[in-house]
């Protein structure tokens, strides 16, 4: 049976001077970024969030599968459950479950097993990964589904980004506690957890500097 439909793309040619100015407006932006771990607990507006989350859901993903579950949290007695156990994982990693070269290559960022930014920030946005769909019982394949989902991860951090808000990719590990907190069926497997929000006052951030063209760039 057929099963296809195209549509034209709606696709306006800019100028190449306009595309140069995009590409450079947009680097300039994105370069800006910085992963942030101290927030202000001011609120964002859920319309935010949800645009923000609608945004990352507009990525690429094999056969279009979109294989992911966004869950918005801004229960405080919830936040407080992924913080505890966050921290449980947390305190272990710290304190010899990382090798001491690993620790080493945190030292810049002062970070520690205390995770403030999990009752701190307004909203949590835990992503989901989802290796299979449940269909009526059954089970439909994905595809590419760490690319896809840390495609839509990419966008998601762009859009926060861009909104003027401020983020962190923070990964507690082992996360299972989150597929259990947040009550997720069996084919959803945590990939990221994001705190979003406002910068604390007066936050500060490591001095990193950025790989230059010649180190990440390869002509040919
Ligand atoms: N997950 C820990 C440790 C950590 C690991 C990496 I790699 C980082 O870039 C930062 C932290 C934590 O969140 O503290």
Same mark, same amino acid.
């Given at each position: ?13 800019? %100028?190449? %001077?306009?595309? !140069? ?11 800006? #970024? #910085?992963? /942030? ?6 609120? =964002?507006?859920?319309? /935010? ?12 993903? &094999?056969?279009?599968?979109?294989? @992911?579950?966004?869950? +918005? ?28 070269? @690993? ?9 520690? @097993? ?8 307004? @909203? ?12 009526? *019982? ?9 690319? %896809?989902?840390?495609? +839509?991860?990419?966008?998601?951090? +762009?859009?926060?980004?861009? +909104? ?8 507690? %590990? ?7 907190? !947040? *009550? #997720? ?7 990221? !957890?994001?705190?979003? &929000?406002?910068?604390?006052?007066? =936050? /500060? ?16």
């Amino acid at each position: 049976m057929e099963n296809k439909t195209f549509v034209p793309l709606d696709y306006h040619p800019p %100028s190449e %001077s306009e595309i !140069l100015e995009n590409t450079f407006d947009f680097r300039t932006q994105m370069d800006k #970024r #910085r992963s /942030v771990r101290f927030f202000s607990d001011r609120n =964002v507006p859920v319309e /935010v969030i949800r645009n923000v989350v609608m945004t990352a859901s507009s990525a690429p993903s &094999g056969a279009h599968k979109q294989p @992911w579950t966004f869950c +918005a949290v801004s229960d405080m007695d919830i936040k407080i459950k992924i913080r505890e156990a966050a921290e449980k994982e947390e305190y272990e990693n710290y304190h010899g479950r990382m090798s001491d070269e @690993w620790l080493k290559d945190l030292e810049k960022f002062d970070t520690n @097993w205390h995770k403030e930014f999990l009752t701190q920030a307004p @909203w949590l946005i835990v992503i989901f990964k989802k290796s299979y769909d449940l269909n009526n *019982g059954g089970k439909t394949k994905n595809y590419y589904v760490s690319e %896809s989902v840390g495609i +839509a991860a990419g966008f998601l951090i +762009a859009a926060i980004h861009l +909104a003027g808000l401020v983020t962190l990719t923070h990964t507690p %590990s082992p996360m299972n506690f989150l597929q259990e907190i !947040l *009550g #997720r069926p069996e084919n959803e497997k945590p990939f990221l !957890l994001l705190p979003v &929000g406002y910068p604390s006052d007066g =936050v /500060v951030v490591p001095h990193l500097v950025r790989k230059a063209e010649q180190d990440v760039l390869c002509w040919f």
